[in-house]
C-alpha cells in the first residue's frame, strides 16, 4: 500500500503530494491530542464493523470484487494507523 497519496502537501514547493500514512502522523506530530483521540475512536472499529459496512453496499453501488478490495485496504490501514504509536 504504498501507492496512495493524498491531497495534501508538506510544503509550498513540494511537488508530490504526502502518502496519508505521512499526512496523519505530521498532523498526529502537531496534534497529539487529536492523533490520540482519532487512533482511540479507531481502535473501537474493528474487523467485523468494517466488513459489515462494506456488505451493506449494494450489488449496485460496488462489486464483489471492488467491495473485497476496499475491505483489505482498509483493513490493512487500520492496522498500518494504529500500529503507528502515536497514542
Do not use: C, Y
Not at 18 to 29: Q, S, V
Amino acid at each position: 500500500m504504498q501507492r496512495a497519496r493524498s491531497a495534501l502537501f508538506r510544503g509550498e514547493d513540494d511537488l508530490k503530494p504526502l502518502h496519508p500514512m505521512d499526512a496523519f502522523e505530521d498532523a498526529a506530530r502537531l496534534r497529539p491530542a487529536a492523533g490520540a483521540f482519532w487512533l482511540e475512536r479507531l481502535r473501537w472499529v474493528g474487523q467485523d464493523e468494517i466488513s459489515s459496512i462494506m456488505n451493506a453496499l449494494p450489488a449496485s453501488m460496488i462489486s464483489d470484487v471492488a467491495r473485497a478490495f476496499a475491505t483489505g485496504v482498509l483493513a490493512a490501514t487500520r492496522t498500518r494507523l494504529l500500529a503507528t504509536g502515536a497514542a
